[in-house]
């Protein structure tokens, strides 16, 4: 694949950029006679009224609002009636005069509260682009839209999931460019859910709302509005510890609105898949102070096997109470539950290479893909209560404070089968067990957050106190039951939960692992994204961590070990350049993230934090009124301090590197009524450098996942006629070979690429809606793997009916 490298940036430099070019030149052009038209609309409590309409009157020109009740569109130069309307609610008109090359700015305009909750569920409906998100609070924790924010982040709408089907974030995340699935959700306490790569590292969805957010299990989408994937190293705004070098997963929750409303849907599909889920919100007051929302879930799905299954049932309640129109207090909740068989997992044992084994492509290995190679009854319980609170104060009208706190409590009990390949086409079948495993994590957070000017440049700042706490409680024993033949017709049934209770019931076990610690840490951080120009920004951010790590508590001998402390900064910088006002931005980034490690170097001294440093470039575009948008990313990582064994007993070498770079590219696209579409690419080249273990050196990581990533959806919904809201989609993922064995002791070991297509027809109705899916069209065998050879599932199809009120 590196050989491809100098071919694809060629590429790039050729067509790609003189593209870009010539799109910037052609908007500059259409530009040059338009002026800008800008506003403010609140609600008759003094809210900000997000979601409004706002057109030139018998143009196509105009603008939605956004969350803080602020329009901006272009228009030609002319005079207009602007008109500002939302369902429920008389439209208001005012007459405006657009200059060339100047901003109106217009009168404030109040429009009713009573009805503008009715705007979350039909305006979001009609956009023409709606797949695109503008602006988030989470990505910066600021107000900030995609134009003017340095990083790079995917915005995955609810839309676009309720086109698609989909039920879990595991299935959401395939739209997302540049990253990979690698595990599925393990349900042991402390994880967070599914296992994904991106550029080139491992990360987990472990944040909610920008705050901890652990859900063991496989995350149901039902409480979802959209997911935001923050690309790169992300420790400065939310730390190391639910994190990675490759960014955060970050899900963004339905949040209660002051009307009456709701649906409630029913799916079914093949392998036993069945699912009930509801939406409920309601006012709880007169004054509609009181807002209450109710997202729930059954989902049950068996196997594409022999034997497997998953049980979730996911409950998320919320509640708002707009105390006053400066105090707003939010209370919310995740309670899921999930019992499953584990999917099967096949590991390379230490020591036997893969010459040894005798295959070194998943596609060779004489596994029956449809073979569970276990009995029905090795179930794992696993249960995530989180509970949620935000308190926020308007300060002034450039102020405001926001007070949040989480506590996510995980726990596990049951069997975790897993196997081990080995030579002669046989595999050693092994169980995992959690026993009543617990984690707990606890994080509180105060943020100030301002908006206001030094002079005549504008600031928009961010200093934060961050308090996590990670308590972990949880046990894990394990043993191999047997060696099994892969060849002829066996009957593999005996490998169950009466078969591995009556081994412990003896007292043997090939292992116990504990994994009980409290670890803490105390943050602070300031972000400040300052406008030197109206087109020029720069953006600096510093935090700084303590780490304190209590100690691994021994059971055995009641004692606690390896206690240490740490203190960790991480800095960012941004500058972004829009050389076309709203429509071209040139970004570029500096971010920052860390590993606190523990151990001794060989000189006795304890080992520093690992850090990873990224430059990044590149060009986001939002052109012809918001029908095209898109950014194109190239990024360069560098992780110093990683650690490799040394000759002395217990102690390491701390002078490894790790190196990752490449391209990433969306498009989001609207370009005729009805018509919508969702493109990505990626290309990343990991790699140890010479310093690290020569056993890896210069060779790409095991867990870096796919070089070549690509994903796209397009869809297109009938505008008029008597099936109006007639829909279809199409779209499709393609992943290139994953060598994720690649040293030179053990050898290469590849799953081979694959490209998996997906389609959707939907019928969207005023209170009806109905919908089929169909998954992995050609039935395509195909694996993935977190160092693991893991087989995925066949064709498999839903039908959903949802009634809407």
């Not at 080992?607 to 990044?616: D, F, G, M, S, T």
Request: proline content about 3%; aromatic content about 12%.
């Amino acid at each position: 694949m590196n050989q491809l490298q100098p071919y694809f940036y060629k590429l790039f430099s050729i067509v790609l950029l003189p593209v870009l070019l010539l799109l910037m030149v052609t908007t500059a052009f259409a530009q040059q006679n338009r002026g800008t038209v800008s506003g403010h609309v609140v609600t008759n409590t003094n809210k900000p009224a997000d979601n409004v309409s706002v057109m030139l009157k018998g143009t196509k020109y105009g603008a939605v609002t956004n969350d803080d009740g602020d329009f901006s569109f272009r228009a030609p130069q002319g005079k207009y009636t602007l008109v500002v309307s939302q369902v429920g609610s008389q439209s208001q008109e005012a007459t405006v005069e657009v200059i060339a090359g100047k901003t109106t700015v217009m009168p404030q305009f109040t429009v009713s509260d009573a009805t503008h909750g009715l705007q979350e569920v039909n305006i979001n409906a009609n956009k023409t682009n709606k797949f695109k998100r503008n602006k988030s609070v989470d990505v910066s924790k600021m107000p900030l839209n995609n134009l003017e924010n340095a990083s790079v982040y995917n915005s995955i709408s609810s839309q676009l999931l309720q086109e698609q089907q989909v039920f879990s974030i595991d299935d959401a995340i395939r739209n997302a460019s540049g990253i990979q699935k690698m595990w599925e959700a393990t349900g042991r306490g402390g994880d967070g859910g599914a296992y994904y790569a991106s550029r080139g590292f491992v990360v987990q969805s472990a944040l909610r709302n920008g705050i901890a957010g652990n859900v063991t299990s496989q995350i149901d989408a039902s409480n979802i509005d959209r997911i935001e994937i923050i690309k790169g190293p992300s420790a400065t705004l939310f730390g190391s510890s639910l994190t990675s070098y490759g960014g955060l997963i970050n899900r963004v929750t339905k949040k209660p609105y002051d009307s009456f409303g709701g649906e409630v849907s029913a799916s079914a599909g093949n392998f036993d898949f069945q699912r009930v889920s509801a939406d409920i919100n309601m006012p709880l007051d007169a004054q509609k102070k009181v807002l209450f929302r109710l997202n729930t879930a059954y989902n049950h799905e068996g196997s594409f096997q022999n034997t497997g299954f998953n049980r979730t049932v996911a409950v998320a309640p919320s509640l708002v109470y707009n105390a006053t129109d400066r105090l707003s207090i939010a209370v919310d909740a995740e309670l899921f539950y999930g019992k499953s068989i584990g999917k099967p997992i096949f590991f390379f044992p230490y020591g036997v290479t893969i010459a040894q084994l005798g295959h070194n492509r998943a596609d060779e290995l004489p596994i029956d893909y449809k073979q569970s190679y276990m009995g029905n009854d090795l179930t794992e319980t696993s249960r995530s209560t989180n509970f949620y609170g935000e308190v926020k104060y308007k300060i002034s009208n450039s102020w405001t404070s926001r007070t949040n706190i989480a506590s996510t409590h995980s726990y596990s009990d049951g069997f975790g089968p897993y196997y081990y390949l080995l030579p002669g086409d046989s595999v050693s079948r092994n169980d995992q067990s959690t026993r009543k495993s617990k984690d707990d994590m606890i994080e509180i957070q105060q943020n100030f957050n301002g908006d206001f000017k030094i002079g005549k440049f504008r600031n928009r700042f961010v200093g934060g106190l961050d308090f996590f706490r990670d308590n972990s409680n949880q046990y894990f024993f394990g043993s191999t039951l047997d060696t099994v033949s892969l060849k002829g017709n066996q009957n593999y049934s005996n490998f169950n939960k009466a078969a591995m209770d009556a081994m412990y019931a003896t007292g043997t076990f090939g292992f116990t692992y504990p994994a009980i610690y409290i670890r803490n840490t105390y943050s602070a951080y300031v972000s400040d994204v300052f406008n030197i120009t109206d087109q020029l920004l720069a953006s600096a951010a510093l935090r700084v961590d303590r780490f304190v790590n209590i100690g691994n508590y021994d059971p055995t001998t009641k004692t606690r070990y390896g206690a240490y402390q740490q203190t960790a900064f991480s800095p960012k910088f941004g500058l972004v350049y829009q050389p076309v006002k709203d429509h071209v931005s040139l970004f570029a980034n500096y971010q920052n993230s860390f590993r606190n490690q523990t151990g001794i170097t060989e000189d006795n001294k304890p080992l520093k934090p690992e850090h990873a440093n990224q430059i990044e470039g590149g060009v986001k575009l939002d052109l012809f009124e918001g029908k095209l948008s898109s950014t194109i990313s190239y990024y360069d990582i560098k992780v110093k301090d990683i650690t490799r064994p040394s000759a002395t007993p217990n102690r390491v070498i701390q002078d490894g590197t790790q190196l990752s770079k490449g391209i990433e590219a969306e498009v989001i696209a609207n370009p005729i009524a009805g018509l919508n579409a969702v493109l990505g690419f990626s290309y990343n080249d990991s790699k140890y450098d010479a310093t690290t273990n020569a056993d890896v050196a210069n060779r790409r990581p095991g867990t870096a996942s796919s070089p070549y990533l690509a994903n796209f959806w397009v869809s297109y919904r009938l505008q008029k006629g008597t099936v109006k809201g007639l829909g279809f989609g199409f779209g499709g993922n393609y992943a290139s070979d994953n060598k994720i064995i690649n040293s030179v002791s053990q050898g290469v070991f590849t799953l081979p690429a694959y490209t998996i297509f997906n389609a959707s027809a939907f019928y969207d109705l005023k209170n009806y809606r109905i919908g089929t899916k169909m998954d992995n069209l050609t039935n395509q065998k195909y694996w993935i793997g977190y160092t693991t050879v893991n087989p995925q599932k066949l064709r498999n199809y839903a039908l959903t009916f949802t009634y809407k009120f």
